[in-house]
């Protein structure tokens, strides 16, 4: 298996990692409740994806 020959520096090393950096979700707001949701995803509060009735809120878990 290769190994490597000389260490890597540490500008090198940071170069190779600026892409690494965690980012926020984007976060709107439901048009019909006004909660914040991911986009593109059924709102977690009403069910209401795209101006539907995806997922009624209403119906017992058992």
């Known amino acids: 298996m290769a190994l490597p020959k000389r260490r890597h520096s540490r500008s ?11 980012t926020a979700p ?10 914040p949701k991911v986009p593109h995803r059924i709102c977690s509060s009403c069910g209401m994806y795209k101006g ?3 997922y009624s809120m209403d119906a017992e878990i058992e």
Do not use: M, N, Q, W
């Open 12 to 22: 090198r090393t940071r170069k190779r990692r600026s892409h690494d950096a965690l």
């Open 26 to 35: 984007g976060i709107s707001t439901c048009a019909e409740c006004g909660e």
């Open 52 to 54: 539907r009735s995806v």
